[in-house]
């Protein structure tokens, strides 16, 4: 069955960077749409970032320029680099996987400091 394990969260100062990873199996990952979503507490999940089979991306504004999603299909790998983080970028990052059907990773906690 389909797996998504994100890593490379954590607690980082404002200004600071993260970068996460989503580990994907039991799918032919270069297929598939990937993408990066986020919940704050009390709040709904939002899109951050997503990317095609092909390399196009999109972004949330609000992360943009400052956050970048990259993959890795030699290692079923997709990637968030987020730099020049913010308080307000506090949430738990999930990970997607879409194509016909949706798949979500368990999430990893991302918790920025002011």
């Known amino acids: 069955q389909v797996q998504l394990v994100e890593s490379g969260g954590g607690l980082v100062q404002a200004g600071g960077s993260l970068r996460l990873s989503c580990a994907a199996s039991?799918?032919?990952?270069?297929?598939?749409?990937m993408g990066w979503y986020r919940q704050a507490p009390g709040k709904q999940r939002e899109l951050v970032a997503t990317?095609?089979?092909?390399?196009?991306?999109n972004y949330a504004d609000a992360v943009k320029g400052r956050f970048t999603i990259s993959r890795d299909n030699a290692k079923n790998t997709v990637y968030l680099q987020m730099n020049s983080l913010k308080p307000e970028d506090t949430a738990v990052y999930y990970c997607?996987?879409?194509?016909?059907?949706?798949?979500w990773g368990q999430g990893t906690q991302v918790t920025v400091s002011s």
């Open positions: 997607n996987a879409r194509r016909f059907s949706g798949y």
């Open positions: 039991g799918m032919i990952f270069s297929m598939y749409v």
């Open positions: 990317i095609t089979s092909g390399g196009f991306t």
